[in-house]
């Protein structure tokens, strides 16, 4: 998105506001409704959207004002900022929020940062913006190794950095990937995506992006929505996308929002959502093919044998039987299976299962 | 700590059971006692420390002698990871040491995680050495914008990584910031602490740390072992250690973490903690000098008036009359206050705020 459309969709707003108070009227905006009866499964995308239900914002209605006002509020920051060319986080923006309007007004408008939350996700979804592009930072998590230039324009300079010449570190994937940044150059036949910061440790210390000639990248846990998008771009340049996780309640959340995406962020649907995504373990299959497995599972948790029942009752998994008979699987056991169990062998076992599946295209869909 | 010193220790304490058994003798060896008793403020210093306390384990006793073969299989883990030059995660550890002892066992020895934890500390206390030297990575959490060069020698290869060039993301603080990693390059006046790091990326955005020819860290939240050992490392070189966080709980803790160590890492003692670390803020005293923070202040939680009581007692902390007065002031206002809420006036105060103070030399002790 672009800053100056940002603005200039926040000027509308503004303007349409003025010019419903100048007719008299009462000033409203609609912004699609959020609430899980509105999020559906897109077939065709394979990516959970939201439908066609709007809600009608409007200031003359005595359950709505006091949100109205706060609302438009934030919108008056926002543009602030982005003309500024200045980032906050959300905790930033209700202290500016509580320093400008707390002494004009009766009550604090602002009293919990969590009334503001959900006020910057309607103006994200009225005006088809994401909060990135009103300059709000996110919480930043994920790295990246691999040969990739990145270019930040940022504070007012610009940096090129190497994702292949960060040592042990990696390239932090920041908040915002579309803003002032931009991918210069990029030498890879796919992208490994790895659950745990440790195991990405392990597998860069092992050269495997060197190797493979692919990007390493983990999301350290549940990926944030900076690293959700830098997927999605790097699926746009036509790249697989290959996900590695633990075989349970968690590793397969985490596969899943990156794939279709999540219900708390349906509003941005295909923005942050990657359905080309396939599963490369680890998988119950994989006790099969490697047998060592079978003695380092681990009994499964109740909140996975909950997960996995509920997944199976999800559209858009159970569509595919190969989830069906994994998830079957654990159910039957009760066992999981952790993806650091491939160091029991040897440290570098780890990167040699990977190579593997991946020659012989042996993944979920 | 040396990689030869690591193993010329392991393979001593191998030796040591070895000669012990040859004389007919159960093999044992002693470690220092890391329960509270045993955990004293050294006032010279400044620094929690362990005290004089021993323990002995000994194989041949009913209840150690299980934890005695675990922690000699950690020993032997830990060395052939050494010798062969590669890392991996406790869990990692967890899954080698459940591969190989698995099917030799009546029983699983570590069939939790859980029990190998305290084992790997009682190694790095008998020998005297950190678990990042047994090649054990630790969650690493933190980042670096400054005028810095490090040298990193990871996976056979040495990269440079300067610190000013990193954008908006910054150098990725790594688990272990001694083995194959060093300081090629510095050129601060000094290094600034910042809590949170949203906080960090609005002050990387403004160019904090050039214009103020300083190291820009954030631990994010509590600070991690590699980033504790790096700005003791950064101490050592005189750089003055300024703390900004939250007046609350949570950000003294921060602050008093970094200062004099912590109790569950009391056994690293001066490795790790920073005593010549001042704190910048903020702080109550802050709203008598900055007028507008006072309509900024938010209502004290119970865990804060919890926490600065305690606090109080303490007699690393309460020998400093400026703590006194400051918790005193929680205590009676029950009041706390937020670093962001610097950016109520405009969103580059922060900078301004801290410029100021370290101008003026305002800090607490």
């Known amino acids: 998105m672009e800053k100056i459309n940002t603005l200039e969709k926040l000027n509308n707003m503004g303007k349409d506001m003025v010019g419903q108070i100048k007719k008299g009227h009462s000033p409203y905006f609609t912004t699609p409704l959020r609430s899980r009866g509105n999020i559906k499964f897109d077939k065709e995308e394979g990516v959970l959207k939201l439908g066609k239900k709007d809600e009608k914002r409007t200031f003359a209605n005595v359950g709505q004002a006091r949100k109205f006002m706060q609302t438009m509020?934030?919108?008056?920051?926002?543009?602030?900022?982005?003309?500024?060319?200045?980032?906050?986080?959300?905790?930033?923006?209700?202290?500016?929020?509580?320093f400008s309007l707390g002494e004009n007004l009766e009550e604090d408008l602002f009293s919990e940062q969590s009334e503001s939350n959900p006020l910057i996700e309607d103006l994200e979804v009225a005006l088809d913006v994401k909060r990135e592009d009103f300059n709000l930072s996110t919480d930043r998590k994920g790295f990246v190794a691999g040969d990739m230039l990145i270019e930040d324009t940022f504070g007012g300079e610009k940096t090129v950095i190497d994702c292949g010449k960060q040592g042990r570190s990696g390239w932090s994937i920041p908040s915002d990937v579309d803003n002032g940044m931009k991918i210069k150059e990029l030498n890879a036949d796919y992208v490994l995506v790895v659950e745990k910061d440790a195991m990405w440790q392990r597998l860069n210390e092992d050269k495997y992006w060197k190797k493979q000639n692919c990007l390493l990248i983990t999301p350290k846990g549940q990926a944030s929505r900076g690293t959700r998008r830098l997927l999605r771009k790097l699926a746009d340049k036509k790249l697989p996308i290959y996900v590695f996780t633990d075989c349970d309640a968690w590793g397969w959340y985490i596969y899943w929002a990156i794939k279709t995406g999540s219900m708390n962020l349906a509003y941005l649907g295909t923005e942050i959502a990657v359905p080309e995504a396939r599963f490369i373990g680890v998988t119950m299959k994989d006790i099969s093919d490697f047998d060592f497995l079978s003695k380092l599972t681990i009994k499964a948790k109740p909140v996975d044998i909950k997960r996995a029942s509920e997944m199976i009752d999800y559209p858009w998994i159970n569509r595919h039987k190969e989830w069906v008979n994994e998830l079957k699987t654990v159910l039957r056991t009760k066992q999981k299976l952790e993806q650091d169990a491939l160091q029991g062998p040897r440290l570098t076992f780890v990167g040699e299962y990977l190579a593997k599946k991946i020659a012989n295209n042996d993944f979920l869909p």
Do not use: D, P
């Open 73 to 98: 509020a934030i919108a008056a920051k926002c543009k602030k900022f982005v003309e500024e060319e200045l980032h906050t986080s959300i905790r930033g923006l209700y202290y500016q929020l509580k």
